[in-house]
């Protein structure tokens, strides 16, 4: 047997190649929806992939399953557990096998076993790997039930899709999924679906893998047997779930267009910008003081590093295209990142290269953590907090109005325009794109405070000693 793990930095999303090399054939656990890499590695190893499996409908990340079974016909093994709700829309189109807990199904000598475990979303499932004729497992994939170190958050279905009331009822079945995980034996090594960085849980750790032992000793969940301080645990604090991952559910539910029907953007000349501002979403990936210093009117600031598309699926609109500026070296990398996430309009590219300063006329202005606190106590300015609720919680600004970056594009009308905004986060990356968002928005008035709260609470600090 062959086991390969694919890692997502930028997603912080793990998938999984299992082979039978005495028969040649291969499964792919949780794909992504870029297959290029599970097909080089299989041809590498001299494997042909015949199958995928999902552990759930995902939220975070376009899964990879329907174009694998489109384009190269193989079976797709999917939960047929939870309600009508949470089905499969594009099961009929494909070669599909639905399963429930209990059932079974080989690739080569290799063996599935399903396990329902609901909790963090009613059709969950687990995959307990069983190598030519074991009796015991070897090993479980548990997408998105245990992490190493925590587990799925209950809350996805309420918090980003709308579904009410089902917070609670998901904390519960968790607590019992996890009766059923504890009940294996402790050498079954774990492989999950996520790492740290992940807003599917609350504190994931970075390890790649674990074992069920590990786990029972060192994971709070597994911890806690009282269900009612286990429900509280869990449904607290609760990192906010970024804007898309509402799309996520229903692309992951009907399906989405192959990535091979999809147009390679255009790349347009530094002197359509203005027409393109006016059109369609234009993001700058420079660095944020890059940015600041000057920029075309109207452009969104989502730098490209590591957060680029957590931060372009809470910031841009699935429904509108998008003009990225960017070097021409990375536009096929950019499109990569943005299909991953269902992001398929980008349609336009315009090189970084190519920008003149006179098109970039807008700017903001930095301002101290000094300068900002006296203009705030002399009523000259609004502070705008963009951190998210445990951040604030852990300390902040009394006088600062928290509104999350990625909720700002709905919720700005709510921020006074009768002086100027003053906007920080932890350390002053968000505040620089949250700047861009309220500037796109017309709010020219915009200041950033370089350093975030980071450099705001020695302050403030002081000035609680000096009240004393």
Known sequence: MLLRYFYDEKLAQASYMVGCQMTGEAIVIDPSRDIEGYLKEAAKEGLHIVATAETHIHADFVSGTREFAERFDTTAYLSDEGDADWKYEFAADIDAKLVTDGNRFKVGNVTFEVMHTPGHTPEHVSFLLYDRDQTV????????????????RPDLLEEAAGIQGTTAVGAKQMFESLKRFKALPDFVQVWPGHGAGSACGKALGAVPTTTVGYEKQTNWALQVEDETAFVKELTTDQPEPPNYFAMMKRVNKKGIVATPTLSKPRVAEATELETLVNTMQVVDTRSGKSFASGHVPGALNIPYNSKFVTWAGWLLDFDHDIAV???FRLLEEIQTDLQSIGLDRFVTLVDIADLSPEQL????PDWSAEQAIEAAEAGEVVVLDVRNKT????????????ILLGKLSSRYKEIPVDRPIAVHCASGVRSRM????????GMKNVINIDGGYAALQPVLDRQALTEK
Request: aromatic content about 14%.
């Open 137 to 152: 497992p070897m090993g479980i994939f548990t997408g998105d039930f245990v992490f190493v170190g925590d587990i799925g």
């Open 325 to 327: 500026i960017a070097e």
């Open 361 to 364: 006329t807008e700017q903001y």
């Open 391 to 402: 951040e604030w919680d852990a300390g902040h600004y009394e006088q600062a109005k928290r």
């Open 434 to 441: 949250a700047v861009s968002v309220l500037q796109s928005l």
